[in-house]
């Protein structure tokens, strides 16, 4: 694998920079929730400044169709000025962004890109738009390079095209899982089975072990044929779990944590949940048991929780396991992603002892998955 670097460029001086971002953080009446993203992409920005480069930032926020203040990149701004110390300057369109008269240690940051229909549509008249911006194109949103939109696909065909120094270190350290050293063992959980399904495919093979937990191990032993109560689940699974469900180094729970009907917590073995039960967490017997299987890794990968650790009754799985992986950091590979189980890695405070904490969510899967991954077109060989 080839990647182009900003490193490789030699001389950034003055030079106009469209960096795509990935700032789609949790907000709440105007406060940032969780700055992890925004934390993980100042070491780029932080180049780019070093280097003397021009710098007009892009990122989307939320799902808008069309202009609305609640989606507003402006808390995003405030929260970026505070943690870089430098100004910079929201502006509303690219027009707007075209008149500005560039001022020493100034950046710009164009608003939501999701309040312009054309960014989703992977527009070429607005790609080339955005595109007459700058000199030069760097991608630093892995979270978004499986999309087909315009600022991390069609953009790349009107500016020279390189990755920001996250994306490079995100697929650095996916290679350490595509060609791991072994045994390796997939740790998922979740609700979505069909935005998995590519990642069980492609590792299947390669998977010594696959522990399953929260709503996927729900979709498992709801089409195997086991009662899950009122358990949440995939109903669009079917066919990837008849397909799956004989592997052996697919490992399901033993005992599950429910909540009954009455509302209490109570333990039940995998094949002994009653038709009013939810299935919230896996028991102490599949605790132990994929603990175990864990000790034996020596590449880890793990995606979505266990079951519902938000709530205290129900964090147990979620957060053993969590400890487990930090336990092993000297003797193992850990690649973490998803925004749940980055949650519940910070509940514990450990967010230092594994290897790889990815921004990738969905995208992550996508790639480890093999998918078609536009925004590393032309970027990546």
């Given at each position: 694998?080839t990647?182009k670097?900003?490193k490789k460029?030699?001389?950034l001086?003055?030079?106009?920079?469209l960096?795509?971002?990935?700032l789609?953080?949790?907000?709440?009446?105007g406060?940032?929730?969780?700055?992890f993203k925004?934390k993980?992409?100042?070491?780029?920005?932080?180049y780019l400044?070093?280097q003397?480069?021009?710098?007009?930032l892009l990122?989307h926020?939320?799902?808008?169709?069309?202009?609305?203040k609640d989606?507003?990149?402006?808390?995003?701004?405030?929260?970026l000025k505070?943690?870089?110390?430098e100004?910079?300057?929201l502006v509303?369109?690219?027009s707007?962004a075209?008149?500005y008269?560039?001022?020493?240690?100034?950046?710009?940051?164009?608003e939501?890109?999701?309040f312009?229909?054309?960014?989703k549509?992977?527009?070429?008249?607005f790609s080339?738009?955005?595109?007459?911006l700058?000199?030069?194109?760097?991608?630093?949103?892995l979270a978004v390079?499986?999309?087909?939109?315009?600022?991390?696909?069609?953009?790349?065909?009107?500016?020279p095209a390189?990755a920001g120094?996250?994306l490079?270190?995100e697929?650095n350290?996916?290679?350490?899982?595509l060609k791991?050293?072994?045994?390796?063992?997939?740790v998922m959980?979740g609700?979505?089975?069909?935005t998995k399904?590519?990642?069980l495919?492609n590792?299947?093979k390669k998977a010594?072990?696959?522990?399953l937990?929260?709503?996927?191990?729900?979709?498992?032993?709801?089409?195997?044929?086991?009662?899950?109560?009122n358990?949440?689940y995939?109903?669009?699974?079917?066919?990837?779990?008849?397909?799956?469900?004989?592997?052996?180094?697919?490992i399901?729970?033993i005992?599950?944590?429910?909540?009954t009907?009455?509302?209490?917590v109570?333990?039940?073995d995998?094949?002994?949940i009653r038709k009013?039960d939810?299935v919230?967490?896996?028991?102490?017997?599949?605790?132990?048991n994929?603990?175990?299987?864990?000790q034996k890794?020596?590449?880890?990968i793990?995606?979505?929780?266990?079951?519902?650790f938000e709530?205290?009754s129900f964090?147990h799985?979620?957060?053993?396991l969590v400890?487990a992986?930090?336990?092993?950091?000297?003797?193992v590979f850990?690649?973490l992603g998803g925004g749940?189980?980055i949650?519940?890695?910070?509940m514990?405070?450990?967010?230092?002892h594994?290897n790889?904490?990815?921004?990738?969510?969905?995208?992550?899967?996508?790639?480890?998955?093999?998918e078609?991954?536009?925004g590393?077109d032309?970027?990546?060989?």
């Amino acid at each position: 694998m080839t990647i182009k670097s900003i490193k490789k460029i030699k001389s950034l001086k003055n030079k106009k920079v469209l960096l795509r971002l990935d700032l789609n953080l949790p907000i709440k009446n105007g406060k940032i929730l969780d700055d992890f993203k925004l934390k993980a992409s100042l070491e780029t920005i932080n180049y780019l400044l070093k280097q003397k480069a021009k710098i007009i930032l892009l990122s989307h926020l939320g799902r808008p169709e069309k202009f609305n203040k609640d989606y507003s990149l402006e808390p995003i701004v405030k929260r970026l000025k505070e943690l870089l110390g430098e100004d910079i300057e929201l502006v509303a369109n690219i027009s707007e962004a075209k008149k500005y008269k560039w001022q020493s240690g100034k950046l710009l940051m164009l608003e939501n890109l999701r309040f312009f229909p054309e960014e989703k549509k992977n527009s070429i008249s607005f790609s080339k738009k955005l595109a007459s911006l700058a000199d030069l194109y760097v991608n630093d949103a892995l979270a978004v390079s499986h999309r087909n939109h315009a600022s991390v696909d069609k953009i790349k065909n009107y500016l020279p095209a390189y990755a920001g120094l996250l994306l490079e270190k995100e697929l650095n350290n996916f290679s350490h899982v595509l060609k791991p050293k072994k045994p390796l063992v997939l740790v998922m959980g979740g609700i979505k089975i069909a935005t998995k399904a590519a990642l069980l495919k492609n590792l299947e093979k390669k998977a010594d072990y696959i522990l399953l937990g929260g709503g996927l191990a729900n979709t498992f032993l709801h089409f195997k044929g086991l009662e899950i109560g009122n358990s949440i689940y995939d109903k669009s699974g079917k066919e990837i779990v008849l397909n799956l469900k004989n592997k052996k180094n697919i490992i399901l729970p033993i005992d599950l944590l429910v909540k009954t009907r009455n509302n209490k917590v109570a333990l039940r073995d995998v094949d002994k949940i009653r038709k009013t039960d939810v299935v919230y967490d896996i028991g102490p017997k599949t605790i132990i048991n994929y603990c175990q299987i864990l000790q034996k890794a020596k590449t880890i990968i793990w995606n979505g929780p266990m079951g519902k650790f938000e709530e205290k009754s129900f964090k147990h799985g979620t957060i053993t396991l969590v400890i487990a992986i930090a336990s092993l950091k000297d003797s193992v590979f850990s690649l973490l992603g998803g925004g749940e189980t980055i949650k519940a890695l910070k509940m514990t405070k450990m967010e230092n002892h594994v290897n790889w904490i990815s921004t990738g969510g969905g995208a992550m899967l996508s790639y480890l998955g093999s998918e078609k991954m536009p925004g590393l077109d032309k970027i990546v060989k």
